[in-house]
C-alpha cells in the first residue's frame, strides 16, 4: 500500500508507535524529531519535513531537523531565518495554529507565503503547510 | 509558541486535507512534547548538578553550617558543624537549636527573636555577622562567629546559620590587648622613668650650673688672690733689693765684684759689703731658705739682728758673729724649714789676715794667685736650726793676687752631687783672667746658669744667684744688683698700686654720633669683655664711623682681648680706629706679641669722648662662660688628685658640650 493512499488507521498508528518509542526512555530529542520528521514524510507522502525553533534575540527562526522522504536523510540543518527579513510571515505565525499552502508555487498571491519564502525557495516545492509547536 | 514543524510537497499542487492537517498538528504536538522532555530533562540534570555542587561546597565549608526550620528544628548539619558542636548529622538531625548549640542562657532572647521575625519579618541579628557563645556537645563554651540568613521556600521559612569558631582568635585578640596593655605599661613606665632622668639631669645641671657659678666665683677669687700675692711678691723683692748695698765703699787693696740676679719668684739671698770702724772688711752672702715672702723677711730678719762688732766697736770674730746672731734668730724665730745660710769673711786689708766661717753655707773657694785652689766649708750649721750651735772658722791669709769668691746655692743648682773638683772647674773662669774683667766673668758665669736653668722644666723655679768675688788688688769695685729686674719690678708695682686704686672694676664706656664711636676700656679687659667689644667695634666699622678705643684707663687686656683687638683693626681696611693712651703694661703687651697693626693705631690724640658716655651693660657669650668654666675646673682638677676625681665628670661634660656646641 502506497503511503499517499494511508488510511486514517494508519495515521494512529504512527502516533501510538512515536508515542511508545524508545528515545522518550533515552531522552534524545533527536531521535524523536527524526521520527516525527520520517512519519510525517512517509505517512503523509511529504517530500520535506522541517523542525524550526524560534529564538527571541534577535528574533528569528532555526531549523533543527530535516529530513528529505527521497534521499532519506536527516541533517540538522542550521539555517536561519530572521524575523526582519520575513514580517508578514512572522505575523503569520503568531497569529494563526497552521498555515496552509496547497500551491505554493501558483499560490503567490498569498501574502503570507509570499512575504514568507523567497522566489528561490518556493520553487523546491508547490504545497505546504506549517504547523507550529507549542509549549 | 516555540516553533513549527513545516511539511513540504514537491511536484504537482496538493490539497491538504483536513485528517492530514490534523495528523499534522498531533505531529506537532509530538515534536513539542519532545522539545518539553528534553527541555525539561536538560533542566533536572542542572539542577541536579547544581545541588550536588551545593552540597559539595556546604560540604566542604570552613564554617559550621546550620539549616533549621521556623520550628528551630535543625535540618541540615555539615561536616564542619559536627567538628565543631560534637553532634554527628545523625545526631543532629531533629534537635532544636536549644539542645545543640545554644546556651541555655540565651535560650529566651533566641525565642523571642524568632517570634519576632515571624510575627514582623524582621530580626536584629539577621543578615549580620555576630559574635556569639556557643556551646558543644560536652557542654564547653566558646566564641562563636555567627551569620543567620532568613530563606524563604513556599510559604514555609528556614534560616541558614553559619557559625565560626573563633576561639583561637579571640585568644589572640586577648593576648594582643593584653600586649597592648603591657606595652603601654611598660611605655608610661619607660617614659616616667624617662622623666625622672631628664628631672634628675635637669636637677644636677642646676647642681652644675649652681657650682659653677660658685666655682668661677672662686676662681675669681683665687685669681685675685694670686694677683694680690704676686703684687706682694714682687713688692717683697723691691724690699729686699732695697737691703742690698747700692754703692761698693771705698777699700784698700782690695776690690769686690758682685753679681746679683733674683729668681722668678721673690728668693731670701742677701749679701753685704762693708768697713768697719777699724778699717776692716767684712763681706757675707747669706740665703734664706724657700722663697717668697718668708724667705725675704728671714733675710731681713738677718740683717737686722746682725752684729759685726761687739759694744766698743771692735770687730767680733766671724764665729762670734754667727752664733750670737743664730741664738736671736733662733729665739726670735722658731718654726720647721725656716734657717739661713751664711758664709762670712772678716778681712783686714792691712795684714791680709782672713777670718772665715760658715752657717751651713756654700763652700767659699780662695784662689791663690799662685793657682791653689782652697775650699772653705761649713764651719757650723744653718742659723735658725740648733739655738746653742757653736761656730769654728777658717784663718788664713790673703796675699796680694788671691781671690775669694762667696756665692749661693742658686749658682749651682743642679750641680748637687758633683765633686769638688768639678766645682772648682765650674768656677775657674770666674777666678782667672785679668783682674779688670771681674764684672764680665762673673755674668758670664751667671750665663751658664741662666741657660742651664732654662733648659729644665722647672725653669720658674730658678733660685736667685748671688755671687761675691773679693780680689786682693786694687781695683773698681762692681755691685750688678739686676738693675733692669729692679725698674721692672718697681714699674710693675706702681702699676698694680695705680689699677687698684683708680680701676678696681672692668667697665666699658660707650659715646657714639653719627660720625664716632668712642669705646673706653676701664680696668682690666679680658676675655668676659671681649665679644661685645668686637661687636660694637664692628657695628662702628660697618657704619662707617671713626672708631676710638681710650685705653687710658685700661690696666691690662688679657690673650682673648687682645686677639679681639688684633681682629678689629685687621678689618679696618680704611684706618678708622685710633687707639689712645694704652698704659705701658699694655703697650709691652702689644709688642710682646707683635701687634705691629695694633701698634700703628696708637695715637696721643685727645681722648675726650664726642658725647656724654654711657656704661655699656651685657652678659658674657655663653659659649665663652663655657670654655672659662671648662678651664676653671681644669685648673682646679689639676691642684690634688681629689679635685681630679671629684670634677672628671664636669670636665668631661663641658668638653663634650663644647664639642657638639662647635
Known amino acids: ?135 | 509558541m516555540i516553533g513549527i514543524i513545516c511539511l513540504e510537497h514537491v511536484g504537482l499542487p496538493r490539497v491538504w486535507t483536513s485528517e492530514e492537517q490534523r495528523f499534522a498538528g498531533s505531529l506537532a504536538d509530538v515534536a513539542s512534547l519532545a522539545i518539553a522532555s528534553w527541555e525539561r530533562i536538560q533542566a533536572q540534570g542542572a539542577l541536579r548538578q547544581s545541588e550536588e555542587l551545593t552540597r559539595e561546597i556546604i560540604a566542604h565549608a570552613l564554617d559550621a553550617i546550620v539549616i533549621v526550620n521556623e520550628g528551630g528544628i535543625i535540618t541540615d548539619w555539615n561536616p564542619r558543624a559536627e567538628t565543631v558542636f560534637g553532634w554527628t548529622h545523625a545526631e543532629a538531625l531533629g534537635m532544636t537549636l536549644y539542645d545543640s548549640v545554644i546556651p541555655p542562657r540565651y535560650h529566651e532572647d533566641h525565642r523571642k527573636g524568632m517570634q519576632r521575625f515571624l510575627e514582623t519579618g524582621e530580626g536584629p541579628i539577621l543578615n549580620k555577622r555576630i559574635e556569639i557563645t556557643a556551646r558543644d556537645k560536652g557542654g564547653r563554651e566558646f566564641a562563636a562567629e555567627l551569620t543567620i540568613s532568613p530563606v524563604r521556600i513556599g510559604d514555609s521559612i528556614a534560616f541558614s546559620a553559619f557559625v565560626r569558631d573563633i576561639t583561637d582568635r579571640v585568644r589572640a585578640e586577648l593576648e594582643v590587648q593584653q600586649l597592648n596593655a603591657e606595652l603601654e605599661e611598660r611605655v608610661e613606665e619607660r617614659t616616667s622613668q624617662l622623666r625622672a632622668a631628664v628631672e634628675e639631669k635637669e636637677r644636677l645641671l642646676d647642681e652644675l650650673q649652681a657650682s659653677s657659678v660658685e666655682l668661677v666665683d672662686r676662681l675669681f677669687e683665687l685669681e685675685h688672690k694670686s694677683e694680690t700675692i704676686q703684687n706682694d711678691l714682687e713688692r717683697a723683692q723691691v724690699i729686699q733689693t732695697a737691703l742690698l748695698p747700692a754703692e761698693p765703699p771705698l777699700l784698700d787693696g782690695v776690690h769686690v765684684n758682685v753679681l746679683y740676679r733674683p729668681g722668678m719668684n721673690v728668693g731670701g739671698d742677701l749679701y753685704d759689703v762693708r768697713t768697719l770702724d777699724d778699717g776692716s772688711l767684712v763681706i757675707y752672702v747669706a740665703d734664706a731658705a724657700g722663697h717668697g715672702v718668708a724667705a725675704a723677711m728671714l733675710s731681713v730678719l738677718f740683717k737686722q739682728r746682725l752684729r759685726t762688732c761687739d759694744e766698743g766697736g771692735q770687730a767680733l770674730a766671724p764665729l762670734e758673729v754667727l752664733r750670737l746672731v743664730n741664738e736671736k734668730l733662733s729665739t726670735d724665730v722658731s718654726a720647721r724649714g725656716l734657717f739661713l745660710t751664711v758664709g762670712y769673711v772678716h778681712l783686714d786689708t792691712k795684714t791680709g789676715e782672713m777670718r772665715a766661717a760658715s752657717a751651713g753655707h756654700t763652700p767659699m773657694l780662695l784662689r791663690r794667685a799662685n793657682g791653689e785652689s782652697i775650699l772653705l766649708k761649713r764651719t757650723g750649721p744653718a742659723l735658725g736650726l740648733v739655738k746653742e750651735a757653736e761656730y769654728t772658722e777658717h784663718q788664713l791669709t790673703v796675699e796680694p793676687g788671691d781671690r775669694l769668691i762667696l756665692y749661693t746655692d742658686g749658682l749651682i743648682d743642679g750641680l748637687e752631687g758633683t765633686s769638688n773638683g768639678e766645682l772648682l772647674e765650674f768656677l775657674a773662669p770666674a777666678l782667672t783672667g785679668d783682674s779688670s774683667e771681674g764684672p764680665e766673668r762673673l755674668r758670664d758665669l751667671f750665663r751658664k746658669v741662666d741657660q742651664r736653668s732654662k733648659g729644665n722644666a722647672n725653669e720658674a723655679g730658678r733660685d736667685d744667684v748671688t755671687l761675691l768675688m773679693l780680689e786682693a788688688t786694687v781695683g773698681p769695685c762692681h755691685f750688678d744688683n739686676c738693675p733692669a729686674a729692679d725698674a721692672q719690678s718697681s714699674s710693675r708695682a706702681e702699676s698694680e698700686v695705680a689699677a687698684e686704686t683708680d680701676t678696681p672694676a672692668w667697665a666699658l664706656w660707650i659715646a657714639e654720633t653719627g660720625a664716632e664711636t668712642h669705646l673706653a676700656i676701664r680696668g682690666p679687659g679680658s676675655w668676659i669683655h671681649s665679644e661685645i667689644f668686637s661687636r660694637l667695634g664692628h657695628a662702628a666699622l660697618d657704619g662707617q664711623r671713626r672708631l676710638t678705643i681710650d685705653l687710658e684707663n685700661c690696666t691690662y687686656l688679657d690673650s682673648a682681648f687682645l686677639g679681639t683687638l688684633h681682629e678689629l683693626v685687621a678689618t679696618d681696611t680704611k684706618a678708622n680706629i685710633s687707639i689712645l693712651r694704652p698704659s705701658s703694661a699694655v703697650l709691652e703687651l702689644f709688642g710682646e706679641l707683635g701687634l705691629t697693626d695694633v701698634l700703628k693705631t696708637i695715637c696721643d690724640g685727645p681722648s675726650e669722648p664726642p658725647c656724654e658716655p654711657a656704661l655699656v651693660v651685657h652678659e658674657p657669650p655663653a659659649r665663652a662662660s663655657q670654655m672659662r668654666l671648662l678651664r676653671a675646673h681644669e685648673i682646679l682638677s689639676e691642684l690634688s688628685e681629689e679635685n681630679r676625681q671629684r670634677f672628671a665628670s664636669v670636665v668631661e661634660t663641658l668638653r663634650a658640650e663644647l664639642r657638639n656646641g662647635s
Not at chain 1, 16 to 24: E, F, M
Not at chain 1, 38 to 43: D, L, P, Q
Request: charged content about 30%; glycine content about 8%.
Open chain 1, 1 to 135: 500500500m502506497s503511503e499517499e493512499n494511508s488510511p486514517f488507521g494508519q495515521r494512529e498508528d504512527v502516533l501510538g508507535r512515536l508515542a511508545k518509542s524508545g528515545s522518550w526512555v533515552r531522552g534524545s530529542l533527536e531521535s524523536i524529531l527524526q521520527e516525527v520528521t520520517e512519519a510525517a514524510a512517509h505517512t503523509m507522502a511529504i517530500d520535506r519535513v522541517n523542525v524550526w525553533l524560534f529564538e527571541k534575540s534577535p528574533p528569528r527562526m532555526r531549523c533543527i531537523e530535516h529530513y528529505d522522504r527521497i534521499s532519506r536523510e536527516h541533517s540538522p540543518g542550521g539555517v536561519e531565518l530572521a524575523a526582519s527579513d520575513y514580517p508578514i510571515y512572522f505575523k503569520a505565525l503568531d497569529d494563526q495554529r497552521t498555515i496552509v499552502a496547497h500551491d505554493a508555487q501558483g499560490g503567490s498571491t498569498d501574502p503570507r507565503i509570499r512575504g514568507g519564502l523567497s522566489r528561490r525557495a518556493r520553487h523546491h516545492f508547490n504545497a505546504r503547510r506549517t504547523t507550529p509547536l507549542w509549549r
